[in-house]
């Protein structure tokens, strides 16, 4: 069973709008949570991180947003760049997971369009 | 320039025989993981090891093995009994396996085509 889920496969926004990627998970021993950005045929990058005992982080375009109570965690882009389509994948970690290695979602294809 | 390396990026088999993807990190990392992804399909750990000379196994270990002799090299084997091997490999490093040090940094991938 998921672990870590994010339940929209892709994503099409226009430049300059706002891009919202979510992501929910089932376990509440989690308390690291990571966002990473795929290109095809290349490794991940990392992006933007959050610890539990915080609600929000931010970073330049990107803001990682988290609900405990929901157990769900966003990622918003503003605004939205043609060079920022590419798979999202959201992840997470903590003692309840599997030994502190992280989980990944299976990822949400972002398109931006010019 | 600190990074991890893999290589090759392309590599083609014949069914029924062993491959080894290499990866190596000059990060000073003390963990390290293998995972593999599929088509639509998330990243997928394969095994990781949080110390030299030690390495666990993780969701989809059949059909592989690793070793961990050095604290900067985790090659994979990919071996005749993994059933479908055909894939996108994966290697990370992380500086520990807590917190913020869980935070992974991934090599450039090796396409694994078995014909």
């Known amino acids: 069973d998921q672990q870590v889920k994010q339940n929209s496969p892709s994503l099409s926004v226009q430049e300059g709008r706002i891009s919202i990627l979510n992501c929910d998970y089932t376990?509440?021993?989690?308390?690291?949570f990571l966002w990473y950005k795929k290109y095809p045929a290349e490794g991940p990058t990392f992006l933007i991180s959050?610890?539990?005992?915080?609600d929000k982080n931010e970073d330049g375009r990107f803001t990682v947003f988290l609900n405990k109570s929901a157990k769900h965690l966003s990622l918003h882009i503003v605004p939205s760049q043609p060079g920022d389509s590419a798979v999202y994948f959201c992840?997470?970690?903590?003692?309840?997971?599997?030994?502190?290695?992280?989980?990944f979602g299976k990822g949400t294809k972002l398109s931006v369009k010019p | 320039d600190g990074g991890i390396t893999q290589s090759p990026k392309y590599l083609f088999r014949k069914e029924g025989q062993n491959v080894t993807l290499s990866c190596e990190q000059n990060?000073?990392?003390?963990?390290m993981y293998w995972y593999r992804q599929d088509p639509g399909q998330g990243l997928r750990l394969i095994y990781y090891?949080?110390?030299?000379?030690?390495?666990q196994k993780g969701d989809i270990a059949e059909g592989y093995s690793v070793s961990r002799e050095k604290k900067e090299s985790f090659p994979l084997t990919v071996t005749s009994a993994q059933k479908n091997p055909t894939a996108f490999y994966l290697c990370?490093?992380?500086?520990?396996?807590?917190?913020?040090?869980?935070?992974?940094?991934f090599g450039p991938g090796t396409r694994l085509t078995v014909l």
């Open positions: 992840a997470a970690s903590g003692y309840g997971g599997s030994q502190g290695n992280l989980i």
């Open positions: 959050i610890s539990s005992i915080k």
């Open positions: 990370a490093s992380s500086p520990g396996w807590q917190g913020s040090l869980i935070e992974q940094f």
């Open positions: 376990n509440s021993m989690f308390d690291y």
């Open positions: 990060l000073n990392h003390d963990a």
């Open positions: 090891s949080q110390i030299v000379n030690d390495f």
